[in-house]
DNA sequence: TTTCGATTACGAAAATTTTCGTAGTAAAAT
DNA sequence: ATTTTACTACGAAAATTTTCGTAATCGAAA
């Protein structure tokens, strides 16, 4: 049922995936590695996991399996920003988006983006 | 170590701390209750826990013990804030600005007040 | 003072998540 | 054809988080 919500693990494998595309245990296990130690037949096994749970879809390629990931990037985003406001913020998203204003630095390009949008929900 | 990563659970009861002040085990769990069923010594437990790993301290009061957060509500807000957004949208806090404003509903004011903040930012 | 009721202490079980050893399999290299 | 290598499958252990039953404690009520 909560298919949108991902453990930390899991997560860290789909964001490999969404930004490679369908890739091998191999490549996976590799890239998780740059950020920390983890053996072969641990992320093998998670992505397994999540095949059973549907987070997943393979290929057979030759010898080996090619993975991709089942969810979508932006619809996981949504869902897993709302439980973070509800849970960390009561819910407040304004409160959410003043902190992470507040706390990361941003370019002129990206602030005239979000004032733009903020200009257009203005109108309404 | 991870004092600043409170569990779930954890964070269910700081936020109920942070809200209402010192409270005991009994009212915490009553506020619980409201959202879900948990037992009494269930909350008991818990509490107890996070007093050892000091994210409560207690005072006894009579027969009874007033639980208060140790760890403040901002600063874990922000800390759990750089996880999630490392964790979700690989360290884009603009994106995830973009998707918060762009999938919650907010009032003139909210937006007005967060127009003024990336105005003052812009400044620099 | 005794009983009752509410609370805390403690330990263990259950559930979930993460890790990894071992064995089996199949393609590639020798 | 045999060996080596690189995978996958499987199951179980470890670690973490959550839940709760039972016993002990203590103040309040009778």
Redesign the interface.
Same mark, same amino acid.
């Given at each position: 049922m909560d298919i949108l919500k991902p453990t930390?693990s899991e997560?860290?494998i789909l964001?490999i995936l969404w930004?490679n595309g369908p890739s091998s245990v191999r490549f996976v296990n590799e890239e998780l590695t740059k950020q920390r130690e983890v053996g072969y037949t641990t992320t093998l096994k998670l992505m397994q996991i999540m095949f059973d749970k549907k987070l997943l879809s393979r290929t057979e390629e030759g010898r080996y399996h090619l993975y991709k990931a089942e969810i979508e990037e /932006?619809a996981?985003? %949504?869902n897993? $920003?709302?439980k973070?406001?509800d849970?960390?913020?009561?819910g407040s998203?304004?409160?959410?988006?003043?902190?992470?204003?507040?706390?990361?630095d941003?370019s002129?390009e /990206?602030?005239?983006? %979000?004032?733009k $949008?903020?200009?257009s929900?203005?109108q309404k």
């Open positions: 930390e997560l860290e964001q930004q /932006e996981t985003q %949504i897993l $920003l709302e973070f406001v849970a960390t913020f009561r998203a304004m409160k959410l988006v003043m902190q992470a204003l507040g706390n990361h941003s002129k /990206e602030l005239e983006e %979000i004032k $949008l903020i200009e929900k203005m």
